[in-house]
């Protein structure tokens, strides 16, 4: 690999704005710091203006998810088969539903980073920003100035550390709410934990200093994390879940939440406290109100995203030995129930109904998930093989 190569990734679904990705060109920049490449993984639509500015900055890749041949070209050269390639960079959803489980959108980049000999990759998601959130009060807030790129590189660089991420300043992903049977809801949806912050707490998370409060952790924050790629024989591939419900396709969050387990043991996953400003609803410094229709569709898909994630995150969770408490499925799945009723009469929405079943049929498709994680785990250690031979 080219030493020292460093590469921006950022998955879209159409690029159609410079924001936030010329503002992380010029944090690199403002601080001497060489980005070579820009790695866009969409789907739909290109802004010509837009592209020619960033190929501007930094020489730029775009790969097309479910459409990518010069993706597939180079692993079948390495020597895959159409069958272990297909279980990488498959989108079996998309042309029907025009969905894309979240963890292979990821490793369009990955895939695409380790093809250009890319040595550090940086992911951020395009509601990020490089700067920490430091003072919100009334109408004035203030941002802290960071070395973005500086700033992982410090400890990726670290012998034993294979990846770096850390968490995000700004309003939390759900808006304030409170109804009857909420902390139900959110048992049901292995979330109870953040029950006190969602029902009494909507002040921002601020952060008046950084990289202080450095821990290994198994915690990956996608939209906020860097990969040494050298150490590929470490790294796995994303992965996460989906579902078909009412012919429709949902997709499990998750996708970083599962990459953690599979890093810790061989390397250090490690997290650099560095808050990065997420802009989560597009409309910073207003208040997020849950009775906003975007911000009501938010909830539920996150609601729906963690039900289908939970059979696996729980599964793999055992696999590695990773502390936690004994899921009981059955009061989970009660709990459900009586909170998406709730739920769906408080937002006037029957939609929340699904919860319930979207829980039983990801519990029923586990094993098929499993297997379908096995089968890219070899594809993947086959792939890792090809490159050592290069």
Not at 155 to 165: F, I, P
Not at 289 to 317: H, L, S
């Amino acid at each position: 690999m080219k030493k020292e190569s460093k590469a921006f990734g950022i998955i879209t679904r159409s690029l159609l704005n410079l924001e936030p990705i010329i503002t992380f060109l010029d944090n690199a920049k403002k601080y001497n710091q060489k980005v070579e490449h820009l790695i866009i993984a969409y789907e739909d639509e290109i802004d010509q203006s837009v592209l020619t500015t960033l190929q501007m900055r930094c020489q730029v890749t775009l790969i097309q998810k479910g459409n990518a041949p010069i993706l597939k070209s180079y692993l079948h050269e390495l020597g895959l088969s159409e069958p272990e390639i297909k279980i990488i960079l498959g989108t079996p959803f998309q042309e029907k539903y025009g969905m894309i489980a979240y963890g292979t959108s990821r490793n369009y980049v990955l895939v695409t980073a380790l093809m250009l000999g890319i040595n550090y990759l940086l992911f951020f998601d395009t509601d990020v920003y490089p700067k920490i959130l430091s003072q919100f009060h009334l109408e004035n807030y203030n941002f802290i100035n960071i070395d973005f790129v500086g700033s992982h590189l410090k400890y990726l660089k670290n012998e034993d550390v294979c990846l770096t991420t850390s968490d995000y300043t700004g309003y939390y992903i759900i808006p304030k709410m409170n109804f009857p049977n909420l902390l139900k809801l959110l048992r049901g949806v292995q979330k109870e934990e953040m029950f006190d912050v969602i029902s009494n707490n909507d002040t921002l998370v601020i952060k008046n200093s950084h990289s202080k409060d450095i821990f290994d952790t198994q915690k990956v924050l996608g939209g906020n994390m860097a990969l040494d790629l050298s150490r590929i024989n470490i790294l796995p591939p994303f992965f996460s879940t989906t579902l078909i419900l009412d012919d429709e396709c949902f997709l499990g969050r998750g996708e970083d939440t599962l990459f953690g387990p599979e890093v810790h043991g061989s390397g250090r996953c490690v997290d650099i406290d560095l808050f990065i400003f997420h802009n989560c609803f597009g409309d910073f410094p207003n208040k997020p109100e849950i009775t906003v229709q975007k911000n009501i569709d938010r909830f539920f898909y996150a609601c729906m995203g963690w039900v289908i994630r939970n059979p696996f995150f729980n599964w793999i969770r055992k696999k590695y030995a990773v502390q936690a408490e004994e899921i009981d499925e059955d009061k989970r799945y009660e709990s459900l129930i009586i909170g998406s009723r709730s739920a769906a009469e408080y937002f006037d929405d029957d939609r929340f109904l699904k919860l319930p079943e979207a829980f039983q049929l990801s519990y029923q498709k586990l094993d098929d998930d499993i297997k379908h994680y096995k089968d890219l785990m070899l594809a993947w250690k086959k792939l890792r093989q090809l490159l050592n031979k290069e």
